[in-house]
């Protein structure tokens, strides 16, 4: 009896022995290893893959709920190797899947692995390894937990907004060709100076979009809207570009049109865009006018038509950056592919008074009349010149003021031109004021205000409505 108890003391302690010597050794992981390959052998398994694309090159929806469901398992800290990033704050560290990685899962008792196959020949697959006893129990079910846990995390980080590029086309045939990152621009609508009732207008047209997918539906149309910013360098067209971005929380994908070859490559970028995205192609006029090559025409209107099809253009907003739109094709700017026309102008006196207000705190000082005549006698500058004269000066408005009025004095006679109502192109013709260019769709500027506020409104005469249908359109949705 005594001997009994002897030995198994002496196994008890063996046993703890051999327990701390392979945690602390790190053996537990190679026995576990051991263990799942003898399980392996003892069962037979089915595989599922999930491809990051379909045969149509569009994005697979399912891959990227199972990639975000992974990404949040607190299993993937025990795979070989895992990568680490940082959060949203400067100390959070985030784990993140590492291309060819395995990972464990276990659901309702079963447990299963994912590899993330990520090899730069083929697309990107997740493929789901199960024992095929399981699957009729399992399968099902499993997806569902995914679908509610990725959606859950989707709720979860709603502002968590991506910056997407486009690559070169030179892996043929392979992988998306988008690469993002965080999207931080800190551009809103109360950053950028701009007459108030125009950015409201902006605002409740971005809005009523939002709202309007049943409206869209109901017409037959692909639900997208398409804006045009137009207006001279330092404007704030890219920064309301991202403002529009932030307010509607959605996405950027960023056209670089440079990276494109051909209208081929441009249709299969738009169709790898996802949802609930800006579709953000700056300095098209430039693009068209200097670099007729890669992409015609007809392709970038194919693009802005969004291809015809509906299943992968929903939710979109497609924002167009111009100096002038005074020499592109007017087939690119009719209603339907530019529904809002944005016109930023060079900055006049209230818009100085803005910037004033708040790059220095300034709300009047005794050079301000100084400054409104300047302003009147036709000097301007963009609000980027006078917004960095008042940041290099930030610490004695004075010493901005007076540099500002130098320059204004210097380099700003008669840029102002276009804000008193007549602007001149580069060789020095008058071109039509902004007020005129309304008929291409919906002009939101502030020469005619007046003019577009009523179109908006749907208090448009019979004898325009051919030519506004956007605004028809958007009363239309203010009142549905
Ligand atoms: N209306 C504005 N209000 C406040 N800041 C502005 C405004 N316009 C420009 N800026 C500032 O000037 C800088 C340049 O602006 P931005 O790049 O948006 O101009 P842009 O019109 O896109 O110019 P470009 O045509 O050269 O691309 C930004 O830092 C922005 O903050
Ligand atoms: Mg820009």
Known sequence: MMRAIIVLLVIGCLLFMIRVLLFKTGLIFVAKKWWRFIEDCLHVHQFFKVPEFNEGMQENQLYRKVYAYLNSLTSIEDSDFTNLFTGKKSNDIVLGLDPNQLIQDNFLGAPLSWANQDDSATARTLVLKLRKADRRRILRPYLQHIHAVSDELEQKKKRDLRLFVNLRNDRDGCCGRWRSVPFTHPSTFDTISMETDLKNRVKSDLESFLKAKHYYHRLGRVWKRSYLLYGPSGTGKSSFAAAMASFMSYDVYDVDLSRVADDADLKSLLLQTTSKSVILIEDLDRFL????????????????????????????????????????????????????????????????????????????????????????????????????????????????????????????????????????????????????????????????????FRKLYGLLTLKNSRKSQSFDLAAAENHS
């Open 289 to 452: 006018v200097e670099k007729p090559a890669a992409v015609s025409l007809s392709g970038v209107l194919n693009f802005m038509d969004g291809v015809l099809n509906s299943c992968c253009f929903e939710e979109r907003v497609m924002v167009f950056t111009m100096n002038s739109k005074d020499h592109v094709d007017q087939a690119l700017l009719r209603p339907g592919r530019i529904d809002v026309h944005i016109h930023f102008p060079l900055c006049d006196f209230s818009s100085f008074k803005t910037l004033a207000s708040s790059y220095l705190g300034l709300k009047d000082h005794k050079l301000f009349p100084q400054v409104e005549e300047i302003f009147q006698n036709g000097s301007s500058l963009s609000p980027a010149e006078i917004g960095e004269l008042m940041i290099a000066n930030r610490n004695s408005p004075s010493r901005a003021l007076k540099s500002v009025i130098t320059a204004l004095q210097t380099d700003g006679e008669g840029r102002g031109a276009a804000n008193a109502g007549r602007r001149l192109d580069k060789s020095g013709s008058k071109k039509s004021t902004d007020a005129d260019s309304g008929e291409h769709g919906g002009v939101f500027s502030r020469e005619n205000t007046v003019k577009e």
